[in-house]
């Protein structure tokens, strides 16, 4: 457990359990879901003691469920969103060691690219009080890490607003309240899906060069069905996170009307970070789905190149059956055992047939060709 006190462009961490809320600013406690677990009567003493309230028991279910899709719900004492993020390499292999504990079974491994292990997510849980944060992170969450040593950077150094290409408002450099935290963690959350859909795009695009491509012959179907599985629960997740976060901006709508200038700024700061997180959000599900939408198309194209291909090798092959026909039938005919069959036994007899044999297949070739049946596809 980490527990920081923010304050301004002051943050410090503390040590132990809080026992109160200091008079300004506001708290940051961060757990893992094992240590939140096996604390809970701490936890809940902690939240009673500060807040004035507890979690329900139901929330602390979801704060444990390791398979619960992203989601939001709101009291009259907290807020509680649930986020799922990307798990990295450590936290990943952690997930899939604690689902070998409790289930006793191996998870089989994910085939495909390199990138496809990595669409493996946990939910990271939030709890928003008033001036209190309480953050619920699975084992070896790099976030936490990230996000802690970056506030610890700014220590010391005076808050200022900055503008970010591609903002349309400012943004500090220090958190100015525990709604204002959380959407900070959930927008770095996305920026991982938004890294991963990059490394998708140029997969996929590589892949469509192979299918496109008439000299090269692509066999890595099973490669590319994990591609678009792994693509359809991205969406699915990507979708989960757009809900929660419209949940998230229809319950800070209906927060109560600030009364002074620097409460209305506060809120109309959330609303434009609520936001921008969710069109970050937006701009995932909707790459993710123009992605399935290429990956088929490029599928359907490969078949479709495949069967022209096909139709064009069975027009030359019926167009040389037909030419040699004739000459089959000229050959057979000469072939007959008559004793009189003219030319037979005649010097130039030979010759004649050849040439007509010969003629004839001239004459059936250029007529395809001229037909276009004998044309060498481009």
């Known amino acids: 457990m980490r527990t920081f006190f923010l304050q301004g462009h002051q943050v410090r961490e503390l040590t132990g359990w809080l026992e109160a809320l200091p008079d300004d600013g506001f708290v940051w406690v961060a757990m893992e879901q094992p240590t939140f677990e096996a604390q809970l009567g701490d936890v809940q003493a902690m939240l009673q003691r500060v ?23 709101s009291t009259e004492r907290y807020d509680v969103l649930v986020f799922r993020r990307l798990a990295q390499a450590s936290s990943a292999e952690a997930s899939r060691q604690n689902g070998r504990a409790s289930t006793g079974q191996r998870p089989a ?67 100015s309240s525990p709604a204002d935290l959380m959407l900070r963690l959930v927008g770095q959350m996305v920026d991982a899906y938004l890294d991963l859909r990059r490394e998708f795009t140029r997969q996929l695009d590589h892949w469509q060069t192979e299918l496109l491509n008439p000299r090269t012959r692509f066999n890595n179907w099973r490669s590319l069905l994990d591609a678009r599985l792994a693509l359809h629960e991205l969406d699915e997740i990507s979708e989960d996170q757009r809900v929660a976060l419209l949940d998230w901006t ?74 040699f026909l004739p000459l089959n039938l000229i050959a057979g005919i000469f072939g007959m055992n008559f004793e009189f069959i003219p030319l037979l036994h005649a010097r130039s007899g030979f010759w004649l047939a050849l040439f007509g044999m010969g003629l004839t297949a001239a004459a059936l070739g250029l007529y395809f060709w001229r037909k276009r049946y004998l044309e060498r596809s481009r």
């Open 109 to 175: 491994p994910r085939g495909g690219m390199p990138v496809l292990r990595r669409i493996d997510t946990r939910p990271v849980g939030l709890v928003r009080f008033d001036r209190l944060l309480l953050t619920v992170h699975p084992p070896a969450c790099g976030i936490l890490d990230a996000y802690a040593a970056r506030l610890l950077a700014v220590v010391g150094q005076p808050q200022q607003e900055t503008h970010e290409p591609g903002r349309s408002a400012p943004v500090r450099a220090m958190p």
């Open 51 to 73: 807040c004035g309230a507890t979690l329900v028991d139901l929330h602390v279910s979801d704060l444990l469920n390791p398979s619960l899709p992203s989601t939001f719900e």
């Open 250 to 323: 229809a319950a800070l709508a209906d927060w109560p009307a600030p009364h002074t200038p620097a409460a209305r700024r506060e809120r109309e700061l959330l609303q434009v970070r609520s936001r921008d997180v969710l069109e970050h959000i937006e701009r995932v599900v909707h790459h993710v789905r123009r992605l399935e939408q290429s990956a088929e198309t490029a599928v359907q194209i490969h078949f479709s190149a495949q069967s022209h291909r096909t139709n064009d090798i069975m027009r030359t092959l019926t167009a040389l059956t037909a030419i």
